[in-house]
């Protein structure tokens, strides 16, 4: 089949170019470091980031997944908590005028501020991790589940109405289909938080839980200037974010048939 | 598509008069005379319910009268058309006899009277309005699950009306996967899926071109000969309007101006639009439409 074939090469594709960028920026950075003579502490080669990936590539490998567990869960239980509060909201607008600008608020305060407090409150607990990745993406999963929900058109509610649908089988039959492409959408969007947010809370957190995660390993790797590993975390949080939002397009694929298939 | 052709019972061919006035019709005796025999069962004959608007007003916030008291009767089983430039209160008025839209003044009432909100009364809206998660079977299915109808009729039902629309090769695929006409046979499917007696189109062939039109007014012809409905029909196109129905409703600024007896023969061919009778009519709809300007 034509459309499916298309959807395999298309990543191939994409995924060749983006190594291509990759090499050529490697390049760049080797030369630099030739040409301006940086010492190692400040920035190492290319040679010498892969050779720390590699020494440390368990305590790496264990950091993304304590961190990918701790981005994901808390992804998971946004997406939960978050649609049931926009299926509220789309059920009262009184509501919805009351309780949305503080879900806003939630978003216009900065993480780092929270996060202290959260610690206060939860401890230094992997569990505190979990709750501050929920609030980095509860907006968008809101937001986008609130408006997806909303977005029947008049013709499509009025049909609705002319058969004499109760509340529940419009928001079963109608509402709920039409948010489920906004819901992927806001995922999506939370997808690349999530992992920020779980960085961001491991750094608060520090040593406290046993097996570190990426967020805690940087902290410890600044500490003592070790600039090969601490660019190695980097990409391996990167290499993280990758693989949530590739396993979520996947998802996507995979849910949205009945509204995007050919 | 094969065309079957229609015969209407009443051979009374009402003129076109300037004089008519909008409350004179309406003692039409029978609404299916026995001569039409066995075209009819008496199942269908008793189906269908007339409506009747009187003094129907709907006033929009600020005072705009989008429907001005209206007095309408369209006989069981009959097709009338609401023709009238934009914003003269046609669609509102549709909405009223769909039970969508509160009358500030006045009522509608079905004669027999149905349940509202049980698929009694269907509307086919100007866009098809298909969910578009749903395959076309399953978007004609809808209105059987929303009125509780039992389960193991749903599907026969559903297939045997795609059938009927010419879709039977069609039934698995979304609306994206259809063409304009499609869709707006599977919406048609839709509204018939209920058996209702009365049948509201709002536009339904606005957004098609000129044969799909006449395509979809023949197909809408043979339903109707099938079933029976009361069919009331907003529309711009005058050729349409008088080809497929019993009588004109002309409206102008939320008023109804006239209602006229179609005084075309049944059945209904494409080829009466070349009648001198057809051109005769289409002057007086047109002319009524001028109106009051």
């Not at chain 1, 594709?13 to 090499?23: D, F, I, N, Q, Y």
């Not at chain 2, 098809?128 to 299915?141: D, G, H, I, K, S």
């Not at chain 2, 000129?210 to 711009?236: C, I, K, P």
């Amino acid at each position: 089949m034509v459309a499916s074939r298309r959807s395999i090469t298309e990543p191939l594709v994409s995924v060749a170019m983006v190594t291509g960028v990759a090499l050529i920026a490697g390049l760049i950075w080797q030369l630099a470091i030739d040409r301006f003579d940086l010492p190692k502490a400040l920035l190492p080669t290319p040679r010498q980031c892969w050779a720390a990936v590699m020494s440390h590539r368990g305590t790496l490998l264990r950091g993304i997944i304590g961190t990918g567990f701790a981005a994901v869960a808390g992804l998971i239980a946004a997406v939960i908590l978050g649609s049931l509060l926009a299926i509220l909201f789309s059920q009262s607008k009184k509501l919805r005028l009351a309780l949305f600008p503080y879900v806003v608020l939630l978003q216009t305060v900065p993480i780092v501020a929270i996060a202290p407090l959260l610690i206060i409150w939860s401890g230094y607990r992997f569990r505190t991790v979990i709750i501050v990745t929920v609030i980095v993406c509860f907006f968008p999963i809101v937001n986008s589940v609130t408006a997806g929900l909303l977005s029947a058109s008049r013709e499509a509610s009025d049909l609705f109405r002319l058969y004499g649908a109760n509340r529940w089988q419009r928001l079963w039959r109608l509402q709920i289909p039409s948010a489920i492409p906004h819901l992927m959408v806001g995922v999506r969007t939370s997808s690349g938080l999530a992992v920020i947010g779980a960085i961001v809370a491991e750094f608060f957190i520090g040593d406290a839980t046993s097996d570190p995660g990426l967020g805690t390993l940087m902290m410890g790797w600044q500490a003592l200037m070790k600039t090969d590993a601490l660019i190695a975390a980097v990409f391996a949080s990167a290499l993280l974010g990758l693989v949530i939002y590739g396993v979520i397009q996947l998802l996507t694929g995979f849910l949205l048939k009945r509204w995007t298939s050919a | 598509m094969v065309s079957r052709w229609f015969t209407r019972p009443n051979t009374k061919r009402p003129r076109c008069n300037p004089q008519q006035k909008t409350h004179r019709r309406h003692q039409r005796p029978t609404i299916f005379p026995s001569r039409l025999g066995e075209a009819l069962s008496a199942d269908i004959e008793q189906r269908a319910s007339s409506i009747h608007c009187r003094s129907l007003s709907v006033a929009f916030a600020g005072g705009v009268k989008a429907v001005d008291a209206v007095d309408l009767t369209v006989g069981a089983g009959e097709i009338i058309s609401l023709i009238g430039p934009s914003g003269c209160g046609k669609t509102t008025l549709l909405r009223c006899m769909a039970g969508l839209q509160a009358a500030s003044d006045g009522e509608v009432t079905l004669d027999p009277p149905v349940p509202a909100n049980h698929g009694n009364i269907s509307l086919v809206f100007q866009q098809p309005t298909l969910l578009p998660w749903r395959t076309a079977l399953e978007n004609v299915l809808l209105p059987l699950q929303l009125t509780q109808c039992p389960k193991q009729e749903r599907r026969t039902r559903a297939e045997s009306l795609l059938e009927t629309v010419g879709l039977a090769h069609a039934m698995d695929r979304f609306p994206r996967q259809l063409s304009g006409g499609m869709k707006m046979r599977v919406s048609i499917a839709r509204a018939l899926v209920t058996r209702p007696q009365v049948l509201l189109l709002d536009e339904p062939f606005a957004a098609l071109d000129d044969m799909l039109r006449s395509q979809l007014g023949e197909l809408l012809l043979e339903l109707w000969q099938a079933e029976r409905f009361t069919a009331v029909m907003v529309t711009h196109n005058i050729a349409e309007s008088i080809l497929l129905t019993h009588q004109v409703a002309v409206m102008q600024h939320g008023k109804l101006v006239n209602v006229l007896d179609n005084p075309l023969p049944w059945p209904r061919d494409p080829e009466l639009r070349t009648t001198p009778e057809f051109g005769k009519f289409y002057g007086c709809v047109t002319q009524r439409l001028k109106g009051d300007d």
